[in-house]
Nanobody, 127 residues
């Protein structure tokens, strides 16, 4: 399985914006979805957003109205547009290619065997 590659992480101030990108060879497949997870220091993994041809989009309550997931300019790229960033958005963000049968929102750990995971990209939001 081809691992996804994340990019776009950076350090920004509260209220700023960032665009994360996930490039993968597996997106154009109705049996898979692209998830963005994050894990902050001392925190559990959190599913931030998800997109899939057969499952549509999903957003965690903590990012609704601020983050937007979409297919990028190329066929195999998914972007996560993050606006109005807060300090609590500070985390390592992972892209995961996940089979659609994996229930959205179930408790998971970054790097588990259910998905193909990228290496992560760091987002730091400071005041």
């Amino acid at each position: 399985e081809a691992r996804p590659v994340e990019s776009g992480g950076d350090s920004v101030q509260v209220g700023g914006s960032l665009t994360l990108s996930c490039t993968t060879s597996e997106f154009t497949n109705d049996e898979r979805k692209v998830d963005w997870y994050r894990q902050g220091p001392g925190n559990e993994s959190e599913l931030v957003a998800s997109i899939g041809i057969s499952v549509g989009t999903y957003y965690a309550d903590s990012v609704k109205g601020r983050f937007s997931i979409s297919q990028g300019h190329t066929e195999n790229t998914v972007t996560l547009q993050m606006n109005s960033l807060k300090s609590e958005d500070t985390a390592l963000y992972y892209c995961a290619i996940t089979p659609v049968w994996v229930v959205t929102g179930m408790s998971r750990s970054c790097g588990d065997g259910l998905s193909d995971w990228g290496q992560g990209t760091q987002v730091t939001v400071s005041s």
